[in-house]
């Protein structure tokens, strides 16, 4: 009787780990796909000026996926872009990162001087992108927009652009990689655009001032 079931056992017990191996293989391998998935693309955008050591980067990111999530402290909603850059002294609200600030301004300054290059962005990119920005609500010297916007850029895309204090600098390079188009932001009322507030768990976003919108 005992070696009859022997041989179903024993079958029994190989179907089993075969399902079981399956089952990891496959958890495994959504794992990894996840990761890898495909959730936005992101710009890399370069404003000119006519005086060679001035100009303006930022970036642009835009949520291709079906859900929302978070691009620093800024939660995206699927089909919706959002601007970042740092700014300086120039800015009535303060010094560091402005969320919307170019996608709100973008009919009145960014002209036929725009170029941009872009990139899918993710779902671990997108992590590297938040983590960059998140540590990054200052400006100086060696953050100023150029240093800020490569940076982020950088943690997404194989493209580097190496950042120099001067936006031309950047700006070449955009173009040598094919930057020759604007990038086409959506755009964003006062109500969407905010500074960068604190740092760590303390951060926050506050809604920009019309001063700081018009300057």
């Known amino acids: 009787m005992k070696n009859s079931l022997r041989k179903p056992l024993s079958l029994l017990l190989a179907v089993v780990m075969l399902l ?13 796909t996840s990761g890898n998935e495909v959730v936005g693309k992101i710009y890399l955008c370069s404003r000119w000026s006519s005086i060679t050591t001035t100009g303006h980067l930022w970036v642009y990111i835009l949520n291709t996926s079906d859900e929302a999530y978070d691009v620093g402290l800024y939660n995206l909603q699927p089909d919706e872009g959002v601007s970042l850059a740092t700014f300086g002294l120039t800015r009535y609200d303060g010094i560091g990162i402005y969320y919307n600030m170019e996608a709100y301004r973008n009919d009145k300054y960014c002209d036929a001087s725009c170029i941009s290059i872009s990139d899918d962005l993710t779902r671990d990119e997108l992590s590297a992108v938040s983590k960059k920005i998140l540590s990054s609500n200052h400006w100086d010297l060696f953050n100023n927009c150029v240093y800020f916007a490569c940076g982020v850029w950088n943690k997404a895309s194989d493209k580097k652009i190496i950042p120099f204090f001067i936006p031309p600098v950047a700006r070449l390079q955009i173009k040598s990689k094919g930057g020759n188009t604007p990038c086409e932001m959506e755009y964003q009322p006062p109500e969407h655009c905010f500074k960068h507030k604190g740092k760590g768990d303390g951060a926050y976003l506050q809604l920009v001032g019309q001063k700081s919108l018009d300057a």
């Open 20 to 32: 079981s191996l399956a089952v990891f293989s496959s958890a495994a391998q959504d794992e990894v």
